[in-house]
């Protein structure tokens, strides 16, 4: 379904902001469900957010309230936009083609860092 490319990442002192993108290449973005995890260190991958091909979103409950997603089809890009960071929220984060993870068929790219210091 394309490859991913993540960027945004870096460090922030808890309480900052942050914004991730992730930029797919795939000809027809505007039909997938996107969603963005993360994976902090010796804990599994978790799911963060989800944005629906009709614009519907979903989120993990650490995360309600604080992060934000969304997506520009023209660009073939979603965001995560990430507000109140705490040292919790430290993790690499990726994105991914929703439906691809809950098959088991996803292919991972290399994530963007985000680090929170307390």
């Known amino acids: 379904q394309g490859q991913l490319v993540e960027s945004g990442g870096g460090l922030v002192q808890a309480g900052g902001s942050l914004r991730v993108s992730c930029r797919a290449s795939t000809r027809i973005f505007s039909g997938f469900a996107m969603g963005w995890y993360r994976q902090a260190p010796g804990k599994q991958r978790e799911l963060v957010a989800v944005?629906?091909?009709?614009?519907?979103?979903d989120y993990g409950d650490s995360v309600k309230g604080r992060f934000t997603i969304s997506r520009d089809n023209a660009k073939n890009t979603v965001y995560l936009q990430m507000n109140s960071l705490q040292p919790g929220d430290t993790a690499v984060y990726y994105c991914n083609f929703y439906n691809t993870v809950l098959t088991g068929t996803a292919t991972w790219g290399r994530g963007t860092q985000v680090t929170v210091s307390s």
């Open positions: 944005i629906f091909s009709g614009g519907h979103t």
